[in-house]
């Protein structure tokens, strides 16, 4: 003889209810195991990475300009970079020429290449610049090597 619930008695059971659908979840899980399935019940297919951004596009996209505010503020900073550069050559150019055609061709090498670096005097007395990896010599004479 079954005795008729009340409503509340009724909710009770159905948090019961609640577990064995989890365990049938497991037995599911467990079954399809066996099949050799890879079934991954609590992932959504869509949010596990497959379709996401992966990790290489975020790290490669730190090297390539987003939108043109980005591009702007990079162009800025990279021009007061270089005009930081040429000022200090420009100056120690002045500092260290020995004559006046060494001075003309080193100043006039530093406006063509903003970007090279004043190395310093060799014993020779010619200015060393430094382009990159390449090293160049302006002679007393005003020769560039």
């Known amino acids: 003889m079954s005795k ?15 577990f064995d659908d989890l365990n049938n979840e497991d037995n599911n899980y467990h079954r399809e195991r066996r099949k050799g399935r890879k079934n991954y019940p609590n992932i959504d297919r869509f949010e596990h990475g497959t379709f996401a951004e992966s990790k290489v596009d975020s790290v490669l996209s730190k090297y390539f300009m987003i939108n043109e505010n980005d591009r702007k503020n990079y ?8 005009e930081e550069i040429y000022r200090k050559n420009k100056k120690n150019v002045i500092r ?10 080193a100043l006039e090498y530093i406006k063509e290449f903003p970007r090279t670096t004043l190395i310093g005097l060799s014993n020779q007395g010619n200015l060393m610049f ?11 004479e005003g020769d560039v090597k």
């Open 96 to 105: 260290l020429a020995e004559t006046t055609n060494q001075l003309e061709t």
């Open 75 to 82: 162009v800025d900073k990279m021009d007061a970079k270089t």
């Open 4 to 18: 008729k619930l009340t409503h509340e008695e009724h909710s009770e059971f159905n948090e019961f209810d609640e």
């Open 130 to 140: 430094k382009e990159g990896i390449t090293d160049v010599k302006v002679t007393k």
